[in-house]
């Protein structure tokens, strides 16, 4: 009988806590959403979140605003949203870099895996492999066989170590098989004045901080690293046409929210994200950014970090670089 009366009571407790979260994403969001953005204000991260912002805004007739916590490696921004609320209200714009920070740090205070509900993805960029306009590198391979042929002399140029630049550049040195130095620098423009003036031999970056560069001929690309040719720069061959086959990096950022926000709710937050995405105007303002936009479900979502952070973590173990 007492058996009974527990069984009872557990089956009520069911449909009430049902029926309540039911009636809770029924009436989501009942407040301000925030996008927590772990970079400074004015890059592609967050250029990206604040367009992506004023889309949901419309969509969920409710203020969607963008708030920077950058540094640590991303590493405070994360742990904000890991102990939030889970109620779908507080949003972590996630990215490669939630991957490779996976294993890049020896302890993290949360778990990119366990930690977080993915929503969607938002879009992809490309990163390219550049020299200078007088550079003796016609293309790749001209690259690559003057450093077979002189190892050691050569050098990458990267933004700092751990970025996804840095460990794209290790990457390349891998797959290529060639030895070269990946030197890392302190921000974009060092990284094209260096390469610009002859101090470095190539560079790797994010395709949309250099693209004024390209467009007035200062500097010139070599190959693109995604698994396709570029929309924005068509004519750049990938890394994987010129027999680098297994050399395949693209970025990309997406949103999560923490792991015990309600599923009615991350429904929600995935289907206002997919219109958004889906809407000319952002998707005209995204290309702007060099940034293709692209939506995924929360399964999808869900796959992509793990392959990342097992990809990431191979090549900083392979690289020996120094866990933070």
């Known amino acids: 009988m007492i058996k009974i009366v527990r069984s009872c009571i557990l089956f009520l407790v069911i449909i009430i806590t049902g029926i309540s979260t039911g009636a809770y994403a029924e009436n989501f969001p009942t407040k301000p959403i925030r996008i927590i953005v772990p970079f400074g204000a004015g890059g592609l991260a967050d250029l990206s979140a604040r367009i992506i912002a004023q889309k949901l805004t419309e969509l969920l007739a409710q203020s969607v605003v963008v708030e920077n916590y950058p540094g640590a490696g991303g590493v405070v921004a994360a742990g904000l949203v890991a102990k939030s609320a889970p109620d779908g209200h507080t949003m972590l714009l996630m990215s490669n870099a939630n991957a490779i920070s996976s294993t890049l740090f020896k302890k993290l205070p949360h778990d990119n895996l366990k930690d977080f509900t993915p929503i969607s993805t938002l879009g992809y960029f490309d990163l390219v492999i550049f020299t200078g306009t007088q550079s003796r590198y016609k293309n790749l391979q001209d690259f690559i066989d003057f450093s077979k042929a002189n190892p050691g002399e050569l050098n990458l140029a990267t933004i700092n170590v751990g970025s996804t630049q840095n460990l794209t550049?290790?990457?390349?040195?891998?797959?290529?098989?060639?030895?070269?130095?990946?030197?890392?620098?302190?921000?974009?423009?060092?990284?094209?004045?260096?390469?610009?003036?002859?101090?470095?031999?190539?560079?790797?970056e994010i395709l949309g901080p250099i693209i004024t560069q390209i467009n007035s001929n200062a500097i010139r690309v070599l190959a693109v690293t995604g698994s396709e040719r570029s929309p924005f720069l068509p004519d750049a061959p990938t890394a994987k046409e010129l027999n680098i086959k297994e050399f395949t990096v693209s970025a990309w950022n997406a949103l999560a929210v923490p792991s015990k926000t309600p599923t009615a709710i991350v429904a929600i937050l995935n289907k206002a994200v997919v219109t958004a995405l889906n809407s000319p105007d952002v998707q005209a303002r995204f290309k702007d950014l060099c940034m293709e936009p692209r939506s995924s479900s929360v399964a999808d979502l869900q796959k992509l970090m793990v392959s990342e952070i097992a990809k990431w973590g191979a090549i900083i173990n392979k690289a020996n670089i120094q866990k933070q």
């Not at 290529?176 to 390469?195: D, E, L, M, Y």
Request: glycine share 14%.
């Open 169 to 204: 550049g290790e990457l390349f040195k891998e797959q290529a098989k060639i030895n070269i130095q990946v030197i890392p620098f302190n921000g974009t423009p060092a990284v094209i004045s260096a390469v610009r003036g002859g101090q470095v031999d190539v560079g790797v």
